[in-house]
């Protein structure tokens, strides 16, 4: 298994565009989770699904933003009509049932909106 | 809310020297995980070390340990003889080890700059 993968690594898209973002978790782990992270900040999270169920969603995701994980295994976020501040990265994580493991990252993908 | 707290945003060390970065964290859970992630420029974060909040010995991993005071909420990291690939964003984080909650909360991260 070669770790969690995101693509794209970089995207940049003009203002009041949809953008979606593909994440493909390491296989044997149930749960994945959707990350943001701004500049000189800490990552924030958005929101997770143990296999296809989406269990929660951070206020910091708007209705213009979503997410989904057809058959529990890759994930896409979707944003749409994307705004400046949506730009940042977006990290995508999975991990096993037990919390001790912590959290497997992807290399994220960054969101520049012009 | 619960919290996780860096003082430092950045930290500067000289090569083969030691430094220790803190954190602090608010929970009212007893039980519960904490941990030290490190994320290079432009690559993805990585696991560095991990402490059970029942455990009260602290994690050792070659050169990086942690100095646990839980009833202080408090959770440093010592990095021992640094070199210049530990120049890296550190962030520390806590999970808790049970109920629903499966959300890792961030600190905002230390910069950690290794001199030559």
């Known amino acids: 298994d070669t770790g969690v993968s995101q693509d794209p690594r970089h995207k940049i898209t003009k203002r009041g565009q949809n953008v979606t973002f593909r994440c493909d978790p390491i296989?044997?782990?149930?749960?994945l989770y959707w990350y943001r992270q701004t500049l000189g900040q800490g990552p924030e999270f958005l929101t997770y699904?143990?296999?296809?169920?989406?269990?929660?969603k951070s206020r910091l995701l708007s209705d213009r933003f979503s997410a989904e994980r057809p058959k529990g295994s890759f994930s896409t976020l979707e944003i749409q009509r994307t705004e400046q501040g949506d730009s940042a990265m977006y990290l995508c994580?999975?991990?096993?049932?037990?919390?001790?493991?912590?959290?497997?990252f992807g290399s994220g993908t960054r969101l520049t909106v012009v | 809310a619960q919290t996780v707290t860096q003082s430092q945003p950045e930290m500067s060390v000289q090569e083969a020297e030691t430094v220790t970065l803190s954190c602090t964290y608010d929970?009212?859970?007893?039980?519960?995980?904490l941990f030290w992630y490190k994320q290079p420029p432009s690559r993805q974060m990585i696991l560095v070390i991990r402490?059970?909040?029942?455990?009260?010995q602290n994690a050792t991993e070659n050169r990086f340990s942690v100095n646990f005071q839980k009833a202080a909420k408090s959770f440093s990291l010592k990095i021992s003889d640094s070199q210049l690939g530990d120049a890296a964003m550190y962030f520390c984080?806590?999970?808790?080890?049970?109920?629903?909650?499966?959300?890792?909360?961030f600190g905002k991260g230390t910069l950690l700059t290794v001199n030559p």
């Open positions: 984080a806590r999970i808790d080890s049970g109920g629903s909650n499966y959300k890792l909360t």
């Open positions: 929970t009212s859970e007893s039980d519960y995980y």
């Open positions: 994580a999975s991990s096993r049932a037990s919390r001790s493991d912590g959290y497997t």
């Open positions: 699904f143990q296999n296809e169920a989406q269990l929660e």
């Open positions: 296989s044997e782990h149930n749960r």
């Open positions: 402490q059970e909040a029942y455990k009260q």
